[in-house]
């Protein structure tokens, strides 16, 4: 069973701090990440994707990737009340048309 | 420019009644998708359509059917509905659909809240 693990949270953060969200999957192969942000009641939006190890910035957004160890995580500085919402990270699979999500971390931004 | 529309919003059914949802994209996207997302489980991919003409089994198909009706459209069906498939179902549509390709994103539309009683 392929698997995508989240911490469910809710992970609280001041404002103007770094929030730090992690994600681990299992399938050795998988060559896609992505982040999605999903405000409550509404449809996830895509934040990040990241298809090579190391870094990959985006305005206050990192991607981090690290294949060796299986995981990928998503550094969000200076964190506002609105980046609070559940992150989703999801990992491709052998096929091209699947991804494999996990259940997301739910962040509070506490102002 | 709508992106994905779905309806309807909510729908409630009672044990072994149907119903078709509907999904629709305006931004000529090659591939469409049907999820269904329950509390503390990521999504799980229901049906997709890799392009207009083709359908496949995603990770969760059973209770459930799909038709590509052209490009734009793409409806779920459930021919009897079971309570195990009170959930929220959200279509998407990406460009070419192979989620390795650099900058594949999906889209998705605003979500239905099916409960089946």
């Known amino acids: 069973q392929k698997e995508v693990e989240q911490n469910s949270g809710p992970l609280s953060v001041p404002e103007g701090a770094i929030a730090s969200l992690n994600c681990t999957y299992s399938?050795?192969?998988?060559?896609?990440f992505f982040w999605y942000r999903q405000y409550s009641g509404k449809s996830p939006e895509l934040i990040m994707s990241?298809?090579s190890n190391g870094d990959k910035e985006d305005g206050r957004f990192t991607a981090q990737l690290n294949k060796a160890s299986q995981y990928v995580s998503l550094l969000i500085r200076d964190s506002q009340p609105s980046d609070s919402a559940t992150y989703l990270c999801a990992v491709n699979v052998d096929s091209n048309y699947q991804l494999i999500w996990g259940a997301g971390t739910k962040l509070i931004i506490k102002p | 420019n709508a992106g994905v529309t779905q309806t309807p919003k909510f729908q409630v059914l009672k044990t072994g009644q149907s119903m078709t949802l509907q999904c629709a994209q305006d931004?000529?996207?090659?591939?469409m998708y049907w999820y269904r997302q329950d509390p503390g489980m990521g999504l799980r991919l229901i049906y997709y359509s890799a392009s207009e003409g083709t359908t496949d089994k995603g990770e969760v198909p059973n209770g459930y059917n799909v038709s590509r009706l052209n490009k734009r459209e793409f409806s779920l069906r459930l021919e009897s509905a079971a309570p195990s498939q009170t959930s929220v179902y959200f279509c998407a549509s990406s460009l070419s659909g192979s989620v390795s390709a650099t900058n594949e994103k999906l889209f998705f539309g605003s979500g239905t809240q099916l409960s089946v009683l």
């Open positions: 931004m000529n996207h090659n591939s």
């Open positions: 399938d050795r192969v998988s060559q896609s």
């Open positions: 990241i298809y």
